[in-house]
């Protein structure tokens, strides 16, 4: 009889060794289109925290939060765990990511800029940089995975 100390000190089969990797970083993803987008993005939310929280505290939540689920999707797609997931349908979740950035670092920035303090225009001129990064993500993820999805339903 196999206790379970015994089956601890076995070493994995080759079968669960696979499928046990953990969080590796596949590091071809950092540096494709996609890694590059998701880290400029990163960088940039970053950035318009930082001034948000030298000027005008009340925004700097809204940077906070777009911060977290933006290192959320590069941690999911870097290691490739989003995979495990397959019921979500991980192009769409992406593509309202990247809308819902747009609108409120849109509104954000536009708000931010009429209190006319230096941080809060470095914060408005970096959230109309991040706002385009996040158009062409968007427009390139519609591109890529919704757009073929769309054509196909029609030819059916």
Excluded at 85 to 110: M, T
């Amino acid at each position: 009889m196999l206790s379970a100390l015994d089956c601890r000190d076995r070493p994995p089969e080759e079968g669960t060794a696979a499928r046990l990797q953990g969080f590796a970083v596949d590091k071809t993803f950092l540096s494709s289109l996609k890694g590059i987008l998701l880290e400029t993005e990163l960088a940039l939310t970053f950035i318009i925290f930082i001034c948000f929280t030298a000027s005008i505290s009340a925004y700097m939540a809204a940077a906070l939060l777009e911060f977290f689920i933006t290192l959320t999707f590069l941690f999911l797609y870097a290691t490739q765990y989003y995979q495990r997931f397959d019921q979500l349908n991980w192009p769409c979740l992406d593509f309202l990511r990247c809308v819902s950035a747009i609108i409120i670092f849109l509104v954000v920035s536009f708000a931010a800029v009429t209190s006319r303090d230096g941080a809060a225009i470095a914060a408005f001129v970096f959230g109309i940089i991040l706002v385009s990064v996040f158009a062409y993500d968007a427009f390139k993820i519609y591109r890529t995975e919704m757009a073929p999805r769309a054509s196909q339903g029609d030819q059916q």
